[in-house]
């Protein structure tokens, strides 16, 4: 995590595991958990991310990366793992 966000989890639980398989590649995505963090977000892969930003689970923006969204689908809907 501090190495992609900048940011130190203290404490995380491990809310779901993913899998995508997709023409060209296969996700395994493990959605983590935390409201004990310290740090601020830093674009860390510029090459890959242009920014952090912090938004309210039910006003998100569009489109969100398949993945990512799986994963916030688990924890609305408190799945553990979905397979396709």
């Known amino acids: 995590m501090l190495e992609e966000t900048g940011i130190t989890l203290n404490k995380m639980d491990v809310i779901c595991i993913n899998q995508d398989i997709i ?12 409201d004990a963090f310290s740090g601020e977000p830093k674009v860390m892969e510029p090459d890959e991310i242009t920014e952090w930003c912090w ?11 398949f993945p990512s969204a799986k994963v916030l689908e ?3 809907q408190k799945k553990f793992y979905i397979s396709k």
């Open 55 to 65: 938004f309210d689970l039910n006003n998100l923006p569009s489109p969100i990366y």
């Open 23 to 34: 023409e060209t590649a296969h996700f395994i995505t493990i959605g983590l958990f935390s």
């Open 74 to 76: 688990n924890y609305k």
